[in-house]
């Protein structure tokens, strides 16, 4: 089990950027799934971007490629999410979560949130028009 936890969250102007940060407890460098959900108060939990720890293979949905890069620095045990052209729809409190998985390296994480079992508490990201 993994403690994760976020940073990096605030408020920025339409078009701007921010980099978010999952500091987890324990070596990520082994067999995980990770990845960035977000949820509004009107909505469910959204995956944004995931990725194989131990391949590096990433799961985007198409509204959101091109805007968010999800990375990790192994040697850090640490996730980043790079949010770039925010967006008023952008605005939710994101979430960084993990799993273990063993699953080929080239084999995407989903991006289903009840597959998730180790969760932070999340970072408010606010976008202003």
């Known amino acids: 089990q993994l403690l994760l936890e976020e940073s990096g969250g605030g408020s920025v102007q339409t078009g701007g950027s921010l980099r978010l940060a999952c500091t987890a407890s324990?070596?990520?460098?082994?067999?995980?799934?990770m990845g960035w959900f977000r949820q509004t108060p009107n909505n469910g939990r959204e995956g944004v971007a995931t990725i194989y720890t131990a391949g590096g293979t990433t799961n985007y949905p198409d509204s959101l490629k091109g805007r968010f890069t999800i990375f990790r620095d192994n040697a850090k045990n640490t996730l980043y999410l790079q949010m770039d052209r925010l967006e008023p729809e952008d605005t939710a409190t994101y979430y960084c979560?993990?799993?273990?998985?063993?699953?080929?390296?080239?084999?995407?994480?989903?991006?289903?949130?009840?597959?998730?079992?180790?969760w932070g508490q999340g970072t408010q990201v606010t976008v202003s028009s």
């Open positions: 979560a993990a799993f273990f998985s063993v699953r080929g390296s080239e084999t995407p994480c989903p991006r289903t949130p009840n597959k998730y079992t180790d």
């Open positions: 324990g070596s990520i460098y082994r067999r995980f799934c």
